[in-house]
């Protein structure tokens, strides 16, 4: 639902608009690079027994580039975001250089007389296969990675590929019918401009991850993958959530303009980032960045955060390829620590499951995976692991103020389980004579409906309480938070949801525990008056957002934001909320390029 641009299409050319959903900000022009469609066209054809020694040399030299092309990507991926995400791609290398794994590919070519493309393809997807049926986690979760290589080696070999994306001497516009969290986090951002993609929501974790890399981005654009051809001029807007293919002259002179426009007034805002979050009336508001990687905190400290809210610590999983050890996950708290500098970081267990631990990986794949066993839930089930993450926050907690904070819990048996888990672990350790933390609150997540609702019980059993909107809205209005076929029915401006933020905030206030919010509305300036009038003081969100969210905040006053929300609370459609915020924001809105970012 961004703003409405009104480009009309020019009937006598061949521009083309998409709207889509704008998930990540700012307006790109540039190449389309269409991503993951070599495997669509594998060449079946056979070769003479002559050519089989050119088939051999073409699929060895392709597995070679591929694992060239890995080396680079991991070494940019330590330099960019640390030595964690880089894991994956050196794991990658290992499976590549294996010898199993070629052999039977060159049997293929010499005994079938195929090209190496079948050979490749046919190999690849009977290791698969063979992981997948193993019913066990380990090799499951190898069958993505073997999809992911024979894609690699594929595009090598058929010319055009993700792989050619390293080797490109401009950047490109990315458009792709699906990407997953990592490959997103993979990007290398002087080689891609933007992205587009077909499907993806608001916050699906695609989304959350092109804000957190800041890249342009724009998804749920259903057929964008379908229309658009290699080499073709397109403009991403991920304000507006316009993808224009083709576009005319004029259209292009008006996002050249706009462009220099939203790049001035964002670094314009860069520069109010060193501003205490104060409103005008003297309340002090805590802004928090959410984080995926440790290497993202001097982005919070640039932008003006006074810590983390949340750290999403499941990436430190999705991107390793494995089960992290406990020191993996200490090292990486470590790096935290040091990072901020004294400031508070709150680690949030593993939220697996769901879009976060692809159906391919998963144990058994679940029909309703959003419902199903993830976050906590999962923790609970896989205890061995559970603990090991905890006994690394712990021990990381000695050397820095943490906070542990446990996701989607959704009845009080689980929070009191977990807790009891901490304790158990806390003792080991001190058994163990190992160095620990000793004053780390505990708390959970506010996101499933249950939980809001009985925020009163809840408040007694932690220090404090965060509500992650972006599950509580999908759950609380059964809408798929990354469908964009629904994605018209996923709002915050919902009152259901709004109603269930202030019995949150006011469970905790009662008990006098913290509360936060670190949703994706606590970055989405049409929602900052609203919130800060419902109680909120500490918001958590994509660090490049904080700027902006300040100087609301230091534009208003807490009596103003408290008449706002009474007056919110008396309406019955989220469209009458929307309606009514925007027209609050707009008035207090300095001139930015288009207005801010609306919901
Ligand atoms: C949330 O659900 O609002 C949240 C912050 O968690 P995540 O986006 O990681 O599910
Ligand atoms: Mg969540």
Redesign the pocket.
């Known amino acids: 639902m961004g703003d409405d641009l009104s480009i009309d299409q020019d009937p006598g050319l061949p521009m083309e608009t998409i709207r889509g959903i704008p998930v990540s900000s700012g307006i790109v022009i540039g190449r389309v690079f269409r991503l993951g469609e070599a495997e669509q066209r594998v060449p079946h054809r056979r070769i003479e027994s002559g050519e089989v020694d050119r088939e051999i040399e073409r699929m060895e030299t392709a597995f070679e580039e591929a694992i060239a092309d890995l080396e680079a990507l991991r070494d940019r991926t330590r330099v960019q975001l640390g030595a964690e995400p880089a894991k994956i791609f050196e794991f990658h290398v290992g499976l590549l250089r294996d010898p199993s794994l070629r052999k039977p590919i060159r049997t293929r070519i010499e005994t079938d007389l195929v090209v190496a493309e079948w050979a490749v393809a046919d190999e690849f997807r009977a290791v698969a296969d063979r992981f997948a049926a193993m019913g066990n986690e380990v090799f499951a979760q190898k069958t993505a990675d073997i999809i992911d290589l024979d894609r690699r080696v594929l595009d090598r070999l058929m010319g055009e590929n993700t792989s050619r994306l390293a080797t490109l001497e401009e950047p490109v516009i990315i458009v792709a019918h699906e990407l997953t969290p990592s490959q997103t986090a993979g990007m290398d951002r002087t080689k891609v401009l933007g992205f587009a993609t077909d499907l993806g929501g608001r916050?699906s974790h695609v989304s959350?991850v092109a804000k957190a890399v800041d890249i342009p981005a724009v998804v749920g654009c259903q057929r964008i993958s379908r229309i658009a051809e290699n080499g073709d001029l397109v403009i991403v807007d991920g304000d507006g959530g316009t993808v224009i293919l083709d576009p005319t002259d004029e259209i292009l002179a008006d996002y050249r303009a706009r462009q220099t426009r939203v790049t001035s007034y964002r670094a314009e805002l860069r520069r109010s980032a060193g501003l205490e979050a104060i409103t005008v009336d003297g309340s002090s508001i805590s802004l928090l960045g959410n984080i995926e990687f440790p290497d993202e905190i001097p982005s919070v400290l640039d932008n003006g955060g006074a810590g983390v809210g949340?750290y999403?610590t499941e990436f430190l999983y999705l991107t390793s390829g494995h089960e992290p050890s406990e020191d993996d996950h200490y090292q990486a708290y470590r790096t935290a620590i040091s990072h901020l500098g004294g400031r508070p970081l709150t680690i949030r267990t593993q939220?697996l499951g769901a879009d976060k631990y692809t159906q391919t990986q998963a144990e058994e794949p679940e029909r309703n995976p959003f419902l199903g066993c993830r976050s906590i839930r999962y923790s609970l089930l896989h205890l061995p692991e559970f603990k090991t993450q905890l006994r690394a926050i712990l021990r990381a907690a000695a050397a820095g103020p943490v906070k542990v904070m446990f996701?989607l819990v959704s009845t009080v048996m689980e929070i009191r389980q977990a807790k009891m888990l901490l304790a158990d672990v806390a003792e080991e350790l001190d058994e163990e004579g190992v160095e620990r933390g000793r004053d780390v609150s505990i708390g959970m997540?506010v996101?499933v409906p249950s939980a809001a609702l009985m925020a009163r019980a809840f408040s007694s059993e932690v220090d404090f309480f965060s509500i992650?909107?972006?599950?509580?809205i999908q759950y609380t209005l059964a809408v798929d938070r990354g469908n964009e076929r629904v994605a018209n029915l996923y709002t915050g401006a919902s009152p259901a949801v709004i109603q269930l933020v202030k019995n949150v905030v006011r469970a905790a206030r009662r008990r006098e525990i913290e509360v936060s919010l670190?949703?994706e509305l606590a970055g989405e300036p049409i929602y900052t008056m609203l919130l800060l009038g419902l109680g909120l003081r500490t918001l958590s969100m994509v660090p490049t957002q904080i700027p902006l969210i300040k100087t609301v905040i230091r534009a208003v006053t807490i009596d103003h934001c408290e008449r706002i929300a009474r007056k919110v609370g008396t309406f019955d459609s989220e469209r009458q909320v929307l309606n009514y915020l925007r027209d609050e924001l707009r008035k207090i809105d300095p001139g930015s390029p288009g207005g801010w970012t609306a919901d």
Do not use: A, S
């Open positions: 916050t959350i949340l999403r939220d996701p997540m996101e992650g909107t972006n599950d509580l670190c949703g």
